[in-house]
């Protein structure tokens, strides 16, 4: 999966990652990917209603150790 932006949001706690992500997706041409790694447990299910309210697709979410890993395609 070839990702366009990466953000690092580890330490951070809700609404941070989310905001940072929109920022991020704000700055992104259509079709592109951008991959979020967050450390809040929360964000799990954050980006799921994100990816929802905003329209943008919601491609992968892992766990990796104590890391979230979230993959967005921008609408």
Do not use: Y
């Not at 989310?18 to 954050?46: C, F, W, Y």
């Not at 943008?56 to 921008?74: A, K, M, P, S, Y």
């Amino acid at each position: 999966m070839q990702v366009n932006k990466e953000i690092d949001t580890r330490g951070l706690n809700c609404p941070l990652p989310i905001l940072k992500a929109k920022k991020a997706l704000n700055e992104m041409q259509s079709g592109e990917l951008l991959r979020v790694v967050a450390t809040d447990p929360g964000s799990v299910r954050d980006f799921q209603a994100f990816a929802r309210q905003t329209g943008n697709d919601l491609v992968e979410q892992q766990t990796v150790g104590d890391e979230f890993i979230h993959v967005l395609r921008r609408r």
